[in-house]
């Protein structure tokens, strides 16, 4: 009823209000309140939070209202911090409170209950997308760059001089404390690389401007070519014009797989990487070429020491070439990043 009296759009950010508050006109207050918990939710202090990520959203925005949470039960401390009483926080703002679960509804109206189990290296949001669920729904278009980005080959690590800058949103800030985006793109590589190439995209911060030869990785995906195998890194993995480099096989990528991933990898072509990253969490669903079909997912941690500057944080292509053998140069297509600014 609020969306439809007010341009089919949901309420602003409330601030430090209940994001019920806004609903006062239309409900009274004992809806509220669960009772499994305080017995005493109100417009005021509601038991239940609403996704703050929608705040603002055109109802028409919303992309897949099936899939999109509206409202869960929430995590309600005796000394309750979160003033505005919404899921701020996609891991940790849920509460799995009835049987080791939760009831939720989405922006279509229909309700459901989860209880979901976090496995090691996981996070909650991560569980929550492989069943389905949409948490970016209402996302901005932050970057878009279907243009090619390819390094050239030499020997040990290269990256490519056109590496991109990263937008406002996707590092931390003071309006960004906790900087949540998708980051998507298609990469390839050529055929034939010698022992140990290996393929990756990754945030990258330069020690100074845009240099390619010293700076550490922040976190990236890589497919060792080689031995076809894909794997997520989120350690400081290079410093300095020698560099070292570090697998880091932080989950199964796919059903009963544990470790790294190994798959009929056809370098010419191209696999697509869906990253999302909600503060320290990164999340990355692999599909590959060339239908597209999901591969696996990959759950980890961000390693967020040495982040830099707010201008001074980038985003690129990397190959790792060995002297002697053919040529391993990368290409990243199509990329593309969502979020909130």
Same mark, same amino acid.
């Given at each position: ?7 089919? +759009?949901? &309420? $602003? ?13 239309y409900?009274?207050?004992?809806? =509220?309140? #669960? $009772?499994?918990?305080t017995?005493?939710?109100?417009n005021? /202090?509601?038991?239940?939070? &609403?996704?703050?990520?929608? %705040? ?6 919303v ?10 039960? *929430? ?7 979160? !003033? ?12 799995q409170?009835?049987?080791?679960g ?11 209950y989860?209880?979901?189990t ?8 991560a569980?929550?997308?492989k ?11 932050? !970057?878009d ?7 050239? &080959? ?11 800058q990263?937008?406002?949103?996707? =590092? ?5 404390? @906790?900087?949540?985006?998708i980051?998507? &793109?298609?990469?390839n590589?050529?055929?034939? #690389?010698?022992p140990?190439?290996?393929? @990756?995209?990754?945030?990258?911060v ?6 390619? +030869? ?6 990236? !995906?890589?497919?060792n #070519? ?6 997520? @890194?989120?350690?400081?993995? =290079? ?9 880091? =096989?932080?989950?199964? !990528? ?7 991933q ?6 010419? /072509?191209?696999t697509?990487?869906?990253?999302v ?6 999340? +990355?669903?692999? %599909?590959?070429?060339? @239908?597209y ?19 001074? *944080? ?6 790792f ?6 040529a #391993? ?13």
């Amino acid at each position: 009823m609020y969306v439809q009296d007010n341009e089919e +759009t949901f &309420f $602003p950010n409330p601030g430090t209000s209940a994001w019920s508050s806004f609903l006062k006109d239309y409900n009274e207050p004992s809806i =509220y309140d #669960c $009772p499994t918990k305080t017995g005493k939710g109100t417009n005021n /202090k509601p038991e239940y939070g &609403f996704n703050a990520l929608l %705040y603002g959203t055109a109802l028409g925005d919303v992309q897949t209202p099936s899939a999109a949470i509206l409202t869960a039960d *929430r995590v309600v401390m005796k000394d309750d911090t979160n !003033l505005n009483a919404s899921i701020n926080d996609l891991n940790n703002d849920f509460d799995q409170r009835h049987n080791k679960g939760m009831v939720l509804t989405c922006a279509d109206g229909h309700v459901a209950y989860e209880s979901i189990t976090v496995p090691a290296n996981s996070c909650l949001a991560a569980e929550l997308m492989k069943k389905g669920y949409n948490l970016f729904d209402g996302a901005q278009t932050l !970057l878009d760059r279907p243009a090619d980005v390819t390094t050239t &080959f030499a020997a040990g690590w290269v990256r490519a001089a056109a590496t991109i800058q990263m937008p406002v949103g996707t =590092y931390a800030d003071a309006d960004h404390p @906790s900087p949540m985006f998708i980051l998507s &793109f298609e990469l390839n590589g050529a055929g034939g #690389c010698g022992p140990g190439s290996v393929t @990756s995209v990754g945030f990258h911060v330069p020690d100074t401007g845009n240099n390619d +030869t010293v700076g550490f990785f922040i976190g990236h !995906l890589a497919i060792n #070519c080689p031995q076809k195998v894909i794997g997520q @890194s989120t350690n400081k993995t =290079y410093q300095g014009a020698s560099g070292t480099f570090h697998w880091y =096989y932080p989950a199964p !990528l796919g059903p009963g797989i544990v470790g790294h991933q190994p798959y009929h990898w056809d370098q010419t /072509k191209f696999t697509r990487f869906e990253v999302v990253v909600m503060g320290e969490n990164v999340i +990355t669903t692999v %599909y590959y070429p060339p @239908s597209y079909a999901k591969l696996g997912t990959l759950s980890s941690k961000l390693n967020t020491e040495d982040l830099g500057s707010e201008t001074n *944080r980038y985003i690129g292509v990397y190959n790792f070439g060995v002297a002697g053998y053919p040529a #391993c140069i990368a290409t990243m297509r199509n990329l593309k990043i969502t979020g909130w600014q």
